[in-house]
Antibody, heavy 115, light 107 residues
Framework: EVQLVESGGGLVQPGRSLRLSCAAS????????MTWVRQAPGKGPEWVGL??????????EYVASVKGRFTISRDDSKSIVYLQMNSLRSEDTGVYYC??????WGKGTTVTVSS | DIQMTQSPSSLSASVGDRVTITCQAS??????LNWYQQKPGKAPKLLIY???NLKTGVPSRFSGGGSGTHFTFTISSLQPEDIATYYC?????????FGQGTKLDSK
């Protein structure tokens, strides 16, 4: 059974940084791209970015609103994908989900950016 | 970015009703379309991928159709547990984008 467990969320001041983790199990992690999706309170989901598997160079893609501030990385030896978030803004507030190719989702971790 | 426009934004229906939601893409997306169900406080759950393929375990009362830029999602006979918000998502072009959602509630 696929399991995705996000962690690392919390309350952070604007301009600060936070790193989210997503621990994966139940599938061959290194064979798949992983994505991050977020959802602001009362809004629909917003795709944040993806990291391809190493067979595709482990390259990353991001939505324009986070490009240059957020970085996705992966540790295939630990089956973990990370989302490093820098220069956080109030509009980054929401629940952050990691997904296995949008087919399986974790329960999410909440990020609140506020002074 | 590709814009995904869902209609209606909200819908009231009774148990047993046939319910249809539409999703219009701002450009051709082939068959790269997902449909999700989301209940309050929960993660979105994939129901349909590649326009019409049901994810394993999803009841057959759910179906999807369409092609190109116009897509539909249908519940053939609404059940109480189907009360939720539904989203379409395109994954043809980066960034992958979602519709604004259709909130389905009980009449």
């Amino acid at each position: 059974e696929v399991q995705l467990v996000e962690s690392g969320g919390g309350l952070v001041q604007p301009g600060r940084s936070l790193r989210l983790s997503c621990a994966a199990s139940g599938f061959s992690f290194g064979d798949y791209a992983m994505t991050w999706v977020r959802q602001a309170p009362g809004k629909g989901p917003e795709w944040v970015g993806l990291i391809r598997n190493n067979a595709y160079g482990g390259t990353t893609e991001y939505v324009a609103s986070v490009k240059g501030r957020f970085t996705i990385s992966r540790d295939d030896s630990k089956s973990i994908v990370y989302l490093q978030m820098n220069s956080l803004r109030s509009e980054d507030t929401g629940v952050y989900y990691c997904t296995l190719m949008d087919r399986e989702w974790g329960k999410g971790t909440t990020v609140t950016v506020s002074s | 970015d590709i814009q995904m426009t869902q209609s209606p934004s909200s819908l009231s229906a009774s148990v047993g009703d046939r319910v249809t939601i539409t999703c219009q893409a701002s450009q051709h997306i082939g068959t790269y379309l997902n449909w999700y169900q989301q209940k309050p406080g929960k993660a979105p759950k994939l129901l349909i991928y590649d326009v019409f393929n049901l994810k394993t375990g999803v009841p057959s009362r759910f179906s999807g159709g369409g092609s190109g830029t116009h897509f539909t999602f249908t519940i053939s006979s609404l059940q109480p547990e189907d009360i939720a918000t539904y989203y379409c998502q395109q994954y043809d072009n980066l960034p992958y984008t979602f519709g604004q959602g259709t909130k389905l509630d009980s009449k």
